[in-house]
């Protein structure tokens, strides 16, 4: 592991290395940030560029990793007290940390899934690892000190964000819970936190309406209402003084997830400070795209084709705070209205073959398999076309397994099959054919391989026998376009020639899903999204006609 330390003993010959990996000089902090297609009273020109990265595998850099059926890139970060940053570089297993606006080290990672929460706490680093379902806990010279697992109850990806409340403590919340984190011990169950005090806790925003939640604490209660649709909303930290800081995504009701995104900041139960969150310039599209300070500073990361900005957000007067979400609900209905109107010249309908109820145990059934990956499921059939899913790179010959693994353009489920050769993947699995595929720059499905796409995996829990593309399951002779406030488990969110997923609840502020997918652990398995992740990728919300 190449520990921090070593690195700046050698900052002197990596100094002109680094000033060419980073646009900007090392102390820069660049003009104000402003969003393409925000109004000046929606981004204040106080915005500032603290950090900007290059998009590499060189020291510093930030890898993209950017597929069919899912991305992985920087999906965490953090901003320390020294205004250090560190940022969870998925792609290259480390994480990078960045001091007055230039790279300082990284901390290897090798043990880890995904990381999509991290925060420093008594000069330890804390890193949410939702695939894995642990919290990974290392020093800041790169020793992995301590391996807790998710508290009992809790599944990995129900596990939402780790933040510092005051006293620099690390705390994760899951499951509307806050459970505390650190050394020794595990993360503590909710009974075992009855001694804590309540002030250290994120309270819960608990929903009261589609339109409106309730936020309880210190016998203040506050009321967060959204304009249209309360698509989520999320404590983001509480300090001594009663000071709330809450998200919240005001979603319009309509097919096409889009929203006005906002940082909210009240003073007791009043309301008195916006921060505008734009989502219109994403290339790489993290899960946590926002991070605020114990002492109330917040950040984005907005990543780019060929950058990574890390901007400090300032926040406006809430009686200037222009809404734009009337804007945003005309052109999603303006575009819905052109696209079905497309959609419907295709051809009939065809109705699922599966009910939602048996959609729903056979999605829970390819996502819990259990199968056996014997040598024979290891050996490549085109080296050049074919590459192994990650989470198989170093699995044991002869280990359990559980869900069936990503391959391009397959259909291999529990009765459905990409060829004629085998029944389904299990049987694929017993006749020695290779165990997924995660190289999507080929033209589909390569031979000799076996499990499922997104597609893949939604068509055929729904009891299709032929595959089906997400373009199919966009148009309206499989599916048809439901607005947000009519959402039922198992109906989809896709994202046509992208991406497709069930929709299976609500955890917080993200959605939990059931999908197969690159993102993490490359397989199909219960996971999770955030609304504003959906909105910015242009995802719409359809249901299989016949339903």
Not at 345 to 361: G, V
Request: hydrophobic residues 35%; glycine residues 8%.
């Amino acid at each position: 592991m190449f520990k921090a330390n070593k690195r700046f003993l050698t900052s002197c010959r990596a100094a002109l290395l680094i000033a060419a990996i980073l646009m900007l000089p090392s102390t820069s902090f660049a003009a104000p940030s402003v969003a393409p297609d925000a109004s000046a009273d929606l981004i204040s020109s106080r915005d500032t560029v603290v950090l900007t990265v290059n998009v590499g595998s060189g020291p510093g850099e930030l890898g993209y990793s950017i597929q069919e059926g899912g991305k992985e890139g920087p999906e965490a970060f953090t901003v320390n007290a020294d205004h250090s940053i560190l940022i969870a570089d998925n792609v290259h297993k480390r994480i990078n940390v960045y001091k007055d606006g230039s790279f300082a080290f990284d901390i290897a990672i090798p043990y880890s899934h995904y990381i999509r929460s991290l925060a420093v706490g008594e000069d330890k680093v804390y890193l949410m690892d939702t695939d894995k379902g642990s919290i990974f806990i290392t020093s800041l010279d790169g020793n992995l000190l301590q391996e807790v697992p998710a508290p009992a109850g809790v599944d990995g990806y129900a596990m939402e964000k780790l933040y510092k409340d005051s006293a620099g403590k690390v705390w994760l919340s899951a499951n509307q819970t806050s459970y505390p984190v650190g050394i020794p011990g595990e993360a503590l169950s909710a009974a075992d936190t009855a001694g804590i005090s309540e002030s250290s806790k994120l309270p819960a925003a608990m929903k009261k309406d589609l339109k409106t939640a309730q936020i309880s604490r210190n016998g203040v209660n506050i009321e967060v209402s959204a304009s249209e649709l309360l698509g989520s909303v999320n404590v983001l930290h509480a300090d001594q003084n009663n000071t709330l800081y809450v998200d919240l995504f005001d979603q319009v009701d309509t097919p096409k997830v889009r929203g006005e995104y906002t940082v909210r900041k009240y003073a007791g139960n009043s309301l008195t400070a916006v921060a505008p969150i734009d989502l219109s310039s994403y290339y790489f599209t993290p899960n946590q795209m926002i991070e605020l300070t114990a002492n109330g500073d917040l950040y984005q990361i907005l990543c780019l084709k060929d950058q990574v900005q890390i901007t400090k957000k300032a926040f406006v007067p809430s009686a200037s705070f222009k809404s734009q979400l009337p804007q945003i609900k005309a052109k999603a209905l303006k575009d819905e209205a052109a696209e079905e109107l497309q959609a419907k010249a295709i051809t009939l309908a065809s109705n699922a073959p599966n009910t939602r109820d048996t959609t729903q145990t056979k999605a829970n059934s390819m996502s819990s398999l259990t199968w056996t990956y014997n040598a024979a499921n290891k050996v490549n059939p085109n080296s050049s076309k074919v590459t192994t899913p990650d989470y198989l790179v170093s699995a044991a010959t002869g280990s359990t397994q559980t869900g069936i693994p990503y391959a391009w353009g397959g259909n291999d489920g529990l009765t459905t099959y990409s060829s004629s050769s085998w029944t389904s993947f299990a049987d694929a699995m017993s006749k020695g054919k290779f165990a997924g595929n995660v190289n999507t720059d080929t033209t589909g499905y390569q031979s000799g391989t076996a499990g499922l796409d997104c597609s893949g995996f939604v068509g055929s829990a729904a009891g299709f026998t032929s595959k089906l593309s997400t373009t199919n399951l966009a148009s309206s002779t499989y599916t048809y376009s439901i607005a947000a406030s009519a959402r039922q488990i198992y109906d989809i969110y896709v994202n046509s020639g992208s991406h497709v997923l069930f929709y299976v609840g609500v955890n917080g502020s993200s959605i939990n899903t059931r999908e197969a997918t690159t993102t993490g652990d490359d397989k199909t398995k219960a996971y999770s999204r955030t609304t504003a992740y959906l909105s910015s990728e242009g995802y719409v919300l359809r249901r299989f006609n016949g339903w």
